[in-house]
């Protein structure tokens, strides 16, 4: 594999992040909450197609698909978790269109790198970095 690179969109949403400063972070958050895109009328009705996120303690769900070489990432998260939400949200939208490659490029631990730590409980960071791995692990059996 080659060395850890943060795709240009997660470096991008990263930056938007560290460009803010700490008091107005969790506004981008709620407004990643917002954006979290549905999912397709088949995952939808298909729930066994997706994995829980274990690490999360709301109930999140995400399913990858890799098909010509790019990946597309689908998440579920409650309305009432807007933190859980923006998580999944941030990745989906990160991760989609990405090759396999690029996806198990990205840093372990960029969850960490987007200045939230402080803002968020460490269990919600995890959460995320749960997201992340199973993410890349869907990659790896579907590649």
Known sequence: MSAMHVP??????????????ESDRLQLLLEYANELPTVSAEIAEHPEMTERVAECQSPVYIFVEVSDDVVTMHATAPPEAPTTRAFASILVQGITGLTPDEVLAIPDDYPQSIG??????PLRIGGMTGMLMRAKRQVTQKR
């Open 8 to 21: 240009d969109i997660l470096a991008e949403i990263r930056d938007d992040f560290l460009d803010l400063p």
């Open 116 to 121: 939230l730590t402080r803002a968020v409980s």
